[in-house]
């Protein structure tokens, strides 16, 4: 049984931070792929940022440079490092686990005001 539990979300002025974290229950996180994804009202889900089980990282083109997808095995935990936020970033950002099949989490709001 996989659960993903997302926090870290919020309401944030442009060029803030913020940093989410994905705490995945059950014993696939260490051999799973994972990432974030977001969704932005009326908009389709789109692919923020995968990590690998090694460590690799694939970040999309419109948050690189700016936000950064870490993980930390021993804690079971997935994050995302979001600097210089834009109005634009602001969508329900869902923790994604690819392990024989994708889970997801029940996803965090965050909105960036101008």
């Known amino acids: 049984q996989v659960q993903l539990v997302e926090s870290g979300g919020g309401l944030v002025q442009a060029g803030e931070s913020l940093r989410l974290s994905c705490l995945a229950s059950g014993s696939a996180f260490r051999l799973s792929v994972m990432g974030w994804y977001r969704q932005a009202p009326g908009k389709q889900r789109e692919l923020v940022a995968i990590i690998t089980s090694g460590g690799s990282t694939n970040v999309g083109d419109s948050v690189k440079g700016r936000f950064t997808i870490s993980r930390d095995n021993a804690k079971s935990t997935i994050y995302l490092q979001m600097n210089s936020l834009k109005p634009e970033d602001t969508a329900v950002y869902y923790c994604?686990?690819?392990?024989?099949?994708?889970?997801w989490g029940q996803g965090t709001q965050v909105t960036v005001s101008t």
């Open positions: 994604y686990l690819d392990y024989g099949r994708g889970y």
